[in-house]
């Protein structure tokens, strides 16, 4: 018989204590306990539906979109000026440069000429910022030349920034900072 199935095997203690614990702190509305009572006092137990139900919502197959991809037009209605969250095209221009592929591209490239270590502490790894030997603002000619770059650790391109500004900034200021400890 089907039902038998589903029929509650007595739990050890120690599983008792289990779900105890697993269910601490939570909550149930006076309904949600009158309905458990009268479930238990007529046997009424979960059928194999319920439990299919329940395992698709914990795997994530219960998201009505789960596993299904947006049409082109749906796409084109979330991207740009159709986006609800559009506000006019105002990302600043350093925002924009300093996400492209060139910038990436010469990021990268001065991490591994200086072997991904920082030069003025010559820590190898952990956070790494690449720093613009001439000014990024007053030289748009070498923003993305690779000797226009060196390698410094966060706390090094802090210490630099706080000694010298962000503004106006020479390679001499650079010599005299990796030089001093």
Known sequence: MPSEIYKRKPCSTSTKLKISLANFGYVRTDSMKQNIKEGRKNG???????????????????NPFF???????????????????????????????????????????????????????????????????????DNPQLRFKEENGITLSKKAHREFHKKYGRINNTTEQLREFLTFK
């Open 67 to 137: 596993g299904k991809k947006h049409t082109e037009e749906t796409l084109k209605k979330l991207r740009g000026e159709n986006c609800h969250l559009w506000k006019g095209g105002v990302t600043p221009v350093n925002k924009k440069i300093r996400m492209s592929l060139e910038y990436s591209n010469w990021r990268t490239a001065v991490f591994n000429r200086d072997n991904f270590t920082c030069q003025k502490y010559k820590t190898r790894g952990g956070e790494l910022h690449p720093h613009h030997i001439k000014n990024f603002s």
């Open 44 to 62: 009424k137990i979960p059928d194999k539906k319920h439990y299919k139900k329940q395992s698709k919502i914990f795997s994530g197959k219960g």
